[in-house]
T-cell receptor, first 114, second 109 residues
Framework: DSGVTQTPKHLITATGQRVTLRCSPRSGDLSVYWYQQSLDQGLQFLIQYYNGEERAKGNILERFSAQQFPDLHSELNLSSLELGDSALYFC?????????????FGQGTRLTVV | QQPVQSPQAVILREGEDAVINCSSSKALYSVHWYRQKHGEAPVFLMILLKGGEQKGHEKISASFNEKKQQSSLYLTASQLSYSGTYFCGTPGSSYQLTFGKGTKLSVIP
């Protein structure tokens, strides 16, 4: 158990809908990262927050948004969903910002868009 | 930029050795290695830092050539539990990791 909690574990929704994925980082971790992993694909970095502020953006679509709340949990909002958005979405957290800081991943949310 | 991993896949028999390579087109200060089993979360293995420092898994060895911007993961005397997909990651400006496409390792009896 990494200490990072993601909910829900599975989500099935229809095209055009909007969903919210939730992530609770490890206790004490200030940095939260979101990654998307499509079938048999690698981990695509979406967005990073540090202590409530957005720090880095990757290949995140305009239909997607995220935020980190004062209690440090984070939510990833996906709207106008398309079939191609079906993927495993991982949240990871780390203590801070440093090149030698390891990240801990949650178990992921498997999103299926039908 | 995304680091490049090779090989894409490798099949080993138990007890055999393997090397997984990771290279980058940009200067690296560190390389991070993770292993992911099918349908599970990636798990941290180790970090290799500029200057030779390492942090992480004691039973796995790796190298980091700063000049060549390359890292290699050495898996010796492989066990069935080594099976999975190995990712290398390189930190960006805010230390977010950009991962390679992964190397799928299958260890068979």
């Amino acid at each position: 158990d990494s200490g990072v909690t993601q909910t829900p574990k599975h989500l099935i929704t229809a095209t055009g809908q909007r969903v919210t994925l939730r992530c609770s980082p490890r206790s004490g971790d200030l940095s939260v990262y979101w990654y998307q992993q499509s079938l048999d694909q690698g981990l695509q970095f979406l967005i990073q927050y540090y202590n409530g502020e957005e720090r880095a953006k990757g290949n995140i679509l305009e239909r997607f948004s995220a935020q980190q709340f004062p209690d440090l949990h984070s939510e990833l909002n996906l709207s106008s969903l398309e079939l191609g958005d079906s993927a495993l979405y991982f949240c990871a957290s780390s203590v801070g910002l440093d090149r030698d800081t390891e990240a801990f991943f949650g178990q992921g949310t498997r999103l299926t868009v039908v | 930029q995304q680091p490049v991993q090779s090989p894409q896949a490798v099949i080993l028999r138990e007890g055999e050795d393997a090397v997984i390579n990771c290279s980058s087109s940009k200067a690296l200060y560190s390389v991070h290695w993770y292993r992911q089993k099918h349908g599970e979360a990636p798990v941290f293995l180790m970090i290799l830092l500029k200057g030779g420092e390492q942090k992480g898994h004691e039973k796995i060895s790796a190298s980091f050539n700063e000049k060549k911007q390359q890292s290699s993961l050495y898996l010796t005397a492989s066990q069935l539990s080594y099976s999975g997909t190995y990712f290398c990651g390189t930190p960006g400006s805010s230390y977010q990791l950009t991962f390679g496409k992964g190397t799928k390792l299958s260890v068979i009896p």
